[in-house]
């Protein structure tokens, strides 16, 4: 049974910075292509960043592109968010999912909370 586990959000002012972390239990990250997704209150879920399964490719949103960037670390079954250049409009849940490709993702974890003030 794959848990993923997110943690790391919190409350920054606008320009701040934020790591998010998702931890992979009851399977290894080395199997699956991971991705964030945020919510943000009365909107429809976003595709935020994803990542291969060896790390070698990144897609992110045209919104947090040059801002934000996605990586893993398989060995330590994790997968991380640097946050940069924060702005209110990132305010949102992010979920980090997992699954066997970009376009299939199957794991989800309950999400961690980002507000930009």
């Known amino acids: 049974h794959v848990q993923l586990v997110e943690s790391g959000g919190g409350s920054v002012q606008a320009g701040g910075s934020l790591r998010l972390s998702c931890k992979v239990s009851?399977?290894?990250?080395?199997?699956?292509?991971m991705g964030w997704f945020r919510q943000a209150p009365g909107k429809g879920r976003e595709a935020v960043a994803s990542i291969s399964i060896d790390g070698g490719s990144t897609d992110y949103a045209g919104s947090v592109g040059g801002r934000f960037t996605i990586s893993r670390d398989n060995a330590k079954n994790t997968l991380y968010l640097q946050m940069d250049s924060l702005k209110p409009e990132d305010t949102a849940m992010y979920y980090c999912?997992?699954?066997?490709?970009?376009?299939?993702?199957?794991?989800w974890g309950r999400g961690t909370q980002v507000t930009v003030s």
């Open positions: 009851g399977s290894t990250s080395i199997h699956y292509c």
């Open positions: 999912a997992a699954g066997p490709g970009s376009r299939d993702f199957r794991y």
